[in-house]
């Protein structure tokens, strides 16, 4: 019997450690060290192996002149968005981790993507639902499927696999569905299938034998990850890993996979709203700020293309503590409605509550309105909200947010087709923001009749004058310096 090894890891870091520790020395979390026991060395269960024998080829160093480069290929998918967050598509080899909470669409977002794949052949592997449960949800996902004699159906009898009609609309490509958790199963399908692309769903119920700690836990995630990751390098096939992420939003199994991957998606949103959210995280191929809308239909997800005119209601009066903001999320101008109410506190201590916007930023907020403007604001309640369930990290929203405060808290709607873009500083002062023509003309494509932004975000020097011109928008730019000058020109 071969010898078995214990060790502890971390489950929050996936800190690894031969004794067991109250504090993890990585994370500083306490308790998190659970013991997992590791069985190497049991040769009789080979790992992904690849077609060919030469799998010792050791490298050599290359100058770096000499090393040949042809432009990356890319698949791409029939999904926009999943496109533009991939940075253009589906890079051959590539390991993409997708993490999300449950619930939140992860398995219907690449069930879809698999049933849709022009010329592709796709495995589904799925670990937590029954090939019936999947087939039912890729009937309400794709349209009726065509007469029988697809381009790729019928030559395939896999052992515990099922396959799914070629669907019309998406090109011809064939979608196979196998449950199973065992890697060197799944690994023993896939050389028999040969499929473009895998998808896992989910990582954390996949076990390796080479492992002998349960699914889920680090080590047997950590090793069934390598022995993809081999796979996808080795055969240059792509592979989507789905990721369950803990409750204070990690990738459970955990931030080791972060490392690991190419790729980090995160899926998120608010599942009491129909908008989701995907997130590059992390890209080595791309932009690792993009951002991709769905909106959860009853039948699967569909693509939402120009999110400004979902985010925006379309509303016949003004209301007060209503404003617009122009954030952009990776390359992408959103315009966005930001809410505030303001209203006397009923108790000893005022509340404050952020829907979709940082607390902390929140209080800054408040802050520099009270020193700054002086505003009354700290026996009031306070609460934002930022519609659509969408979260926003990008720092120009301060400024429309301070608006709708101060325009909750006087009573007095800003003027209708007003937006803005702009920083609040510590000492009242608008700062710039990145990217502001292409929030200008956002705005103005929306139809907005002024928009404040920055003085510093106007340029110093004559070259860069010529560089960025003002006077070919349409829409009024009104250029201000301080937060007091804002409200003289909202409110008189
Ligand atoms: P699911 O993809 O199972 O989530 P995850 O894999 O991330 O755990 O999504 C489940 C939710 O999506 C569920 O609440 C039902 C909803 N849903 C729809 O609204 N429309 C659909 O067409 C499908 C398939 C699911
Ligand atoms: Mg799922």
Same mark, same amino acid.
Not at 8 to 13: A, G, I, M, V
Not at 191 to 213: G, K
Not at 269 to 289: C, E, M, P, Q, W
């Given at each position: 019997?071969?010898?078995?090894k214990?060790a ?6 996936g800190?690894?450690s031969?004794?067991? =520790? ?15 026991? *590791?069985e190497?060395?049991n040769a009789?269960?080979?790992a ?5 024998? %030469?799998?010792q080829r050791a490298?050599?160093p ?5 090393i040949?480069?042809s ?6 998918t029939?999904?926009k ?5 991939l ?12 993490g999300?909470?449950?619930g939140?669409?992860k398995?219907?977002?690449m069930?879809q993507l ?15 639902? %029954?090939d ?6 890729a009937?309400r996902l794709?349209p009726?499927?065509?007469?029988k ?10 052992? %515990?696999?099922?396959?799914a009609?070629? =669907? ?7 979608? !196979?569905i196998l ?8 690994f023993?399908?896939i ?23 349960t699914?889920?836990s ?6 069934c990850?390598?022995e ?9 096939t ?28 995160q899926?998120e ?21 993009e ?8 039948e699967?997800l ?8 979902i985010?925006l ?5 003004? #209301?007060?503590?209503?404003? *617009?903001?122009?954030?952009l ?10 809410q505030?109410l ?21 209080s800054?907020l ?26 926003v ?5 301060d400024?429309? #947010?301070?608006?709708?405060?101060i ?6 709607p800003?003027?209708?087709?007003t ?16 990217r502001?023509?292409q ?6 494509? #929306? ?18 004058k010529?560089?960025?011109? =003002? %006077?070919? !928008?349409d ?7 301080s ?10």
């Open positions: 019997m071969a010898k078995s214990i502890y890891f971390c489950q929050s870091c800190f690894e031969p004794k067991w =520790l109250g504090k993890c020395p990585s994370c500083q979390q306490w308790n998190t060290f659970v013991e997992e026991v *590791i190497k060395g009789s269960v080979p992904w192996k690849p077609a060919s024998t %030469s799998q490298n050599k290359v100058q770096v002149t000499d040949t480069y432009e990356e290929h890319r698949v791409p029939p999904d968005e999943f496109n533009r967050v940075g253009g598509g589906i890079v051959p080899g590539s390991l993409v981790l997708i999300g909470e449950p939140i669409g398995s219907t977002l069930l698999a049933l849709n794949m022009p010329h592709q052949k796709v495995l589904y592997v799925s670990g937590e639902e %029954s019936r449960q999947i087939k039912m949800r009937e794709m009726p499927p065509p007469p004699g697809g381009a790729n159906s019928g030559n395939y009898t896999g052992l %515990s696999s099922i396959e009609p070629p =669907l019309g609309g998406g090109g011809g490509g064939t979608c !196979y449950t199973e958790t065992s890697t060197q199963n799944i023993k399908q050389e028999s299938l040969e499929p473009d692309l895998v998808v896992i769903d989910s990582i954390q119920t996949l076990h390796s034998a080479h492992i002998e700690s699914p889920g680090v080590s047997q995630v950590r090793e990850t390598a993809l990751l081999r796979f996808a390098k080795e055969t240059s792509p592979v989507f890993l789905i990721g369950h992420i803990t409750k204070d939003g990690m990738i459970a199994g955990p931030k080791i996979l972060e490392h690991m991957v190419d790729t980090v998606l899926f949103g608010d599942r009491h709203h129909v908008y989701r959210i995907l997130r590059t995280i992390k890209n080595r191929f791309g932009s690792a700020s951002l991709g809308i769905y909106e959860m239909m009853g699967g569909r693509e939402v293309s120009n999110p400004s005119e985010l209601s379309h509303r016949e009066t003004p #209301l007060s503590g209503i404003t *617009i903001s122009a954030t999320e990776g390359m992408r101008p959103m315009l966005i409605e930001t505030a303001v209203s006397a506190s009923a108790y000893g201590t005022p509340q404050r509550t952020a829907t979709g916007f940082d607390t902390k930023r929140m800054m408040l802050a520099v309105l009270e020193k700054r403007c002086g505003f009354r604001l700290g026996a009031k309640d306070v609460f934002l909200n930022i519609t659509g369930g969408i979260r990290e990008d720092p120009a929203i400024l429309g #947010l301070a608006a709708a405060i325009s909750s808290h006087e009573d007095m800003i003027p209708f087709k937006c803005f873009a702009g920083e609040l500083g510590l000492s009242g002062e608008i700062r710039a923001v990145n502001v023509e929030r200008i003309a956002e705005a103005q494509k #929306l139809g907005f009749n002024q928009i404040f932004i920055s003085k510093y975000n106007l340029p110093a020097s004559g070259q860069d010529k560089r960025m011109d =003002l %006077s070919r !928008y829409i009024d730019i009104k250029i201000v310096s937060i007091e000058e804002v409200f003289g020109l909202l409110f008189g």
